[in-house]
């Protein structure tokens, strides 16, 4: 729970008891939680001190433990709630715990080919990719660039505009270039000469500049390469956005957040079936919540971080599974 808007220090692990279910909703025992920069970037926007403490944490999966009167999973397509699914939920509040009771609209039944990790590290940045890609309009056959290609909304997207056929020039660092290619984009590094290099590379004219990253150099780079400023769409650089007359998104947004409800139980649809991966960068235990977030909102992280809760006692330390 965040107990102030300033920053890390203000997030603590509590002790609080778990509602029981309502009509419409579910207890689920939290087996993993995504980690994204999201869940310290809406804590520092707050500043009402009656939000206090505010619950931390917007993707899980885990278990059914409880079910409420007329609770039906997936906003009705998977049927009613049961003991003992396992499930996945995206845009709860308070993900980071042992337990959560939420409407049940917003879980949706995992396959047992999905790994809980996969499952809680898969919806934000799912997304938001695929609003992206939407958006952008871009058909079967076009080229977009994409900064920040390499993290965990970049590879999303990579995975699912090749689906769509689209060529997508993914920029990184450099040594972020094979994890570039492997999901389906053409790599292009970061530094002086971006622009020149992004073009040699193209196979035709740029569609449109996708932004994950909210660099100065990706602003500039993709002001130079797309005259449509309706097609230059960042979720990272909401000023430069108004600054230049270009396309911002957030999951706040009204449109976004009905298009990125919309898109949840295709997304698990395509990872329980294999077209889709999440790359796991690093998990932690509850206990070390805070250096998770550190780590991704602070540092940066190259692929998911994902919050591991219940199952065997393990060490606080994280793990890298930067290999997976």
Known sequence: ??????????????????????????????????????????????????????????????????????????????????????????????????????????????????????????LLAGCTAAELLHRCGATAGQAVVLHGASGAVGTTLLQLARRAGVVVIGTA???????????????????????????????????????????PEAIATRLELVADRARIITVAAAPAASEHGLVFLSGSQPDSAAFRDGVRGELLHLLAAGALEVPIARTFDLRAARDALELVALSGSHGKV???????????APRDESTR
Do not use: W
Not at 51 to 74: C, H, K
Not at 82 to 103: D, I, N, Q, S
Not at 189 to 202: C, E, H, K, Q, S
């Open 1 to 122: 729970m965040a107990h102030g808007f300033t920053g890390l220090d203000d997030f603590v692990l509590d002790q609080r008891a778990v509602p029981a279910p309502g009509p419409g909703e579910i207890t689920v025992a939290i087996s993993a939680a995504g980690v994204n920069p999201a869940d310290l970037k809406h804590v520092r926007r707050a500043a009402d001190p009656a939000l206090l403490p505010m619950p931390i944490g917007y993707e899980i999966a885990g278990t059914v433990t409880a079910v409420g009167p007329g609770a039906r999973l997936g906003c009705g397509t998977d049927g009613p709630a049961a003991l003992g699914r396992r499930v996945a939920a995206f845009r709860v509040h308070g993900g980071y715990a042992e337990a959560l009771t939420f409407p049940a609209a917003d879980a949706f039944v995992l396959a047992e080919t999905v790994d809980d990790e996969s499952a809680a590290g898969l």
């Open 173 to 215: 660092g450099p040594q972020r270039q094979e994890a570039v290619r492997r999901f389906g984009g053409i790599p292009v590094p970061y530094g002086p000469g971006l622009t020149a290099r992004i073009r040699a590379v193209a196979p035709g004219p740029i569609t449109a500049a996708l932004d994950c990253a909210g660099t």
């Open 306 to 316: 994902v919050l591991r809760i219940s199952g065997p006692p393990e060490s606080a």
